[in-house]
């Protein structure tokens, strides 16, 4: 992420520091911004995908939400019944 506390400070002065960068005001904003960024930041962007997988218990509730969202797309009136169907024409045996 770039640095770009100048542009920060420019456009937090003129919105809410009447275009003054030692306003109080601006100071407090951007003290604040910055302590949120040094707490929050990491230094990987994406999540780590490891959480899903590492105990047993994560294993199964990954496994579980995989089930439920797969079988609740298939229920209904989604793609299960267009493939179960069944016409009953090919059920009796007429030669």
């Given amino acids: ?16 520091g009447d275009g ?5 005001i601006v100071q407090l904003q951007l003290r604040e911004i910055t302590e949120d ?4 930041r990491n230094d990987n962007p994406w999540w780590d995908f490891r959480e899903l997988g590492n105990t ?3 294993r199964y509730r990954l496994y579980m939400v995989i089930l ?3 079988f609740g797309q298939w229920s209904g009136n989604n793609v299960s019944p267009s493939f179960s169907f069944t016409s009953p024409d ?6």
């Fill in 20 to 24: 003054n960068p030692n306003d109080p």
């Fill in 56 to 58: 047993a218990a994560a």
């Fill in 68 to 70: 439920m969202s797969f």
């Fill in 1 to 16: 992420m770039k640095d770009r506390r100048e542009e920060a400070i420019a456009i937090m002065a003129k919105y809410h």
């Fill in 90 to 95: 090919s059920l009796t045996n007429n030669s």
């Fill in 37 to 40: 960024m040094s707490v929050t």
